[in-house]
């Protein structure tokens, strides 16, 4: 082989290897911008939920809030039942009790 086919032939070759470099440099460049992306998505959803576990928090205290006072309030009707019927009874006993005084 002549010296100018082995020169034309390193030519080549070396214009071969920066065309893959080139496209594997691009490829990186791709793949690092992707990964800046989804390290952004990332954060955003970190915080996101950050946000909604606080908030699930908050509703469930107000949600039990609500069961304690929901009970608090049954609880004032029965006694409000109960204290109704005992106004009854006693105002059945005084009648009865006027009844025999009177008699």
Request: proline share 0%.
């Amino acid at each position: 082989m002549s010296d100018v086919s082995k020169y034309e032939s390193t030519l080549n070759d070396l214009i071969l290897i920066e065309t893959e470099v080139a496209i594997l440099i691009e490829k990186f460049r791709v793949t690092s911008e992707s990964l800046r992306e989804k390290e952004l998505q990332l954060e955003k959803l970190k915080q996101e939920n950050q946000y909604l576990n606080k908030r699930l928090s908050e509703l469930e205290f107000e949600l039990e809030s609500l069961k304690l006072s929901n009970n608090n309030t049954m609880t004032g009707i029965v006694n409000k039942q109960d204290n109704e019927v005992l106004k009854e009874k006693i105002k059945s006993l005084i009648s009865r009790i006027d009844f025999h005084l009177s008699s």
